[in-house]
């Protein structure tokens, strides 16, 4: 079955930086562009950065540009998103996504990593 685990989420200082990992399972990996969402306490989810299968490709919200950086290794079946310059605006529960499925997509999310920005 698909699996999504992320980690490295954590308590960091305004202007610190992050990098969350996603480790997939149960699907073929190098198969499927990636998301990274992220959902603030009150708020609606919203759509961080997302990456293409090859890693060739990648889009990212207009509040995380040239902060932010999403990446993949398929070698390892894992997805990054290093976080530099963090902002208070930045703390959100951040989600891994997938669209899976051969002749239907599905949508796959991890159970979250929590990013806390704040002095």
């Known amino acids: 079955q698909v699996q999504l685990v992320e980690s490295g989420g954590g308590l960091v200082q305004p202007g610190g930086s992050l990098r969350l990992s996603c480790i997939a399972s149960?699907?073929?990996?190098?198969?499927?562009?990636m998301s990274w969402y992220r959902q603030a306490p009150g708020k609606e989810r919203e759509l961080v950065a997302k990456i293409t299968s090859s890693g060739g490709t990648t889009n990212y919200a207009d509040s995380v540009k040239g902060r932010f950086t999403i990446s993949r290794d398929n070698a390892k079946n894992t997805m990054y998103l290093q976080m530099n310059s963090l902002k208070p605006e930045d703390t959100a529960v951040y989600y891994c996504?997938?669209?899976?499925?051969?002749?239907?997509?599905?949508?796959?999310w991890g159970q979250g990593t929590q990013v806390t920005v704040s002095s």
């Open positions: 996504n997938g669209k899976i499925g051969l002749f239907t997509r599905y949508d796959y």
């Open positions: 149960g699907f073929t990996f190098s198969s499927y562009g």
